[in-house]
């Protein structure tokens, strides 16, 4: 039994095999950070895009909130 | 049994490869006549609409150069003139250009209909789906009639910018994708009398390579004549003033020439060149005459 403990033990010391993967060369990796600005920046208009348009679509009122709270005025 | 997959090395790819996928040359012209088609729609369109349906328009194109790069790879790496696009030198793989076609045709089309209006977004699919599927798919590599009837998916710009404007089409839009629907087989088959090798390497059936160089000359000076009246038409109708027809009869007179200079000419191909030229110029001229002739009352309408 403690043969068995010890060769386990013995296999954790040992050092793991690290996991080689891909290592990106410096072309990979400067063209996937100019990928990434640019989808970056897309975003970013895209986003503008879709704020400007919204207040052109709600007009002035956009920015008048509270005056739409007022209750309405009825005469009698 | 083994499973062997394939290598996916990881991608070298730049902007300015996805930026070539979308076809910049062919965006600015289908920029250029929408802008057209939208100014002169009658209306006022807020700037920000109208700026959000061009850009729109052009990222639709865009996604339709990319498809188009995408399906054609094998023939663009077989011609001189399509060798050096991104997918034939290696930089883009096809999968990555179908992405990111599929992606930008998806935004194009459905922020155009969520923040301008449904009938532009609809046209533009349909532009898109033209391009991609009846053109690049299937009218391609199997008629000599292909880009006569893919033509149709560049002309339909201007139509788009009308119908972003005003939510409706009308007689006037449907003219200006005539002059294009018409100005397309003089141009590239200008393009093809030069160009026809490189086209039967890659088993396109383009008219000179399917039915000679004679043919295609007579079929371009036919196209040519009644394209130049249909330039001068905006005028006839009413649609624009006397500074627009005279510009159309001159240029839609030089284009005849030309067009006649090609049909006469035996060896080399110089006026098959001037001609191809030329045709750039003409619907470039045409278009930009239409926007000055409108533009002022564009602007004071927006201003009043």
Known sequence: ?76 | MSVTFARVEPSIAGVGDYIALMKPRVMSLVVFTALVGLVVAPGHVHPVIGFVALLCITVGAGAAGALNMWYDADIDARMARTAARPIPRGRVTPGEAAGFGFTLATFAVVTLGLLVNVLAAALLAFTIFFYVAIYTMWLKRSTPQNIVIGGAAGALPPMIGWAAATGSLAIEPVLLFLIIFFWTPPHFWALSLYRSEDYARAGIPMLPVVAGAAETRRQILLYTLILAPLGVAPWLLGYAGPVYGAAAVLIGGVLIALALRVCREREGHRASRQLFGFSILYLFLLFAMLLIDRLPGALFGHFA
């Open chain 1, 1 to 76: 039994m403690s043969t068995v403990t010890d060769a386990m033990s013995e296999q954790q010391r040992q050092p793991k095999p690290q996991p080689q993967g891909i290592k990106l060369t410096e072309q990979q990796l400067r063209a996937r950070r100019a990928r990434s600005i640019a989808i970056a920046l897309a975003l970013g208009a895209f986003v503008i895009v879709i704020f400007a348009v919204t207040m052109v679509k709600l007009g002035s009122g956009a920015l008048s909130g509270a005056d739409t709270m007022r209750p309405v005025q009825t005469t009698k």
